[in-house]
T-cell receptor
């Protein structure tokens, strides 16, 4: 079963517009994290939201978490061409000892200049 | 800023050969991980390592895989007899520990191509 699934799989917007990506998961989580990956590069942590939090902001990023719906969203405001990348949600389950992350399949964001 | 470093950045090997991928995690981190990403697919968990032993491993991490922290700084992933389907990008990551934020710091990856 897939723990994290992002929606949409691909998103193309104009520079300056907002980009919203969604993530759904299946089991109880300790926290949910969003990562960014530029093509062929490593993953970079963007933001973490704990299971008892509902919303979190970091710069142009806004993350929401709805544990009743087992879903999260990542909003990037005033997008820039440099935001073009793949975005992954990753969950840390409440069970498990080593806090491993389980990644979703990602949203490929393209911001057109 | 401290970072996770991985070597080699790209390795090409023949099927059946042994491969060792190396990682130097951030020095005060306590948890270490290997993930892999087959081209165009999701990032998959392989193994986690804490207190000098494997904490958890996935179904992918079979007897052909092993990890080691030989000298307190390096963290290696060995594939004993590579298969074509082992071709992927392998990412090492480290995490500070229970006192940290839960954020994983990833290296830039080692691309393995098995011919």
């Amino acid at each position: 079963s897939q723990q994290g699934e992002e929606d949409p799989q691909a998103l193309s917007i104009q520079e300056g517009e907002n980009a919203t990506m969604n993530c759904s998961y299946k089991t109880s989580i300790n926290n949910l994290q969003w990562y960014r990956q530029n093509s062929g590069r490593g993953l970079v942590h963007l933001i973490l939201i704990r299971s008892n939090e509902r919303e979190k902001h970091s710069g142009r990023l806004r993350v929401t978490l709805d544990t009743s719906k087992k879903s999260s969203s990542l909003l990037i405001t005033a997008s820039r061409a440099a935001d073009t990348a793949s975005y992954f949600c990753a969950t840390v389950l409440t069970s498990g000892s080593a806090r491993q992350l389980t990644f979703g399949s990602g949203t490929q964001l393209t911001v057109l200049p | 800023e401290p970072e996770v470093t991985q070597t080699p950045s790209h390795q090409v090997t023949q099927m059946g050969q042994e491969v060792i991928l190396r990682c130097v995690p951030i020095s005060n981190h306590l948890y270490f991980y290997w993930y892999r990403q087959i081209l165009g697919q999701k990032v998959e968990f392989l193994v986690s390592f804490y207190n000098n032993e494997i904490s958890e491993k996935s179904e992918i991490f079979d007897d052909q895989f092993s990890v080691e922290r030989p000298d307190g700084s390096n963290f290696t992933l060995k594939i004993r007899s590579t298969k074509l389907e082992d071709s992927a990008m392998y990412f090492c990551a480290s995490m500070l520990g229970s006192s940290g934020t839960g954020e994983l710091f990833f290296g830039e990856g080692s691309r393995l191509t098995v011919l």
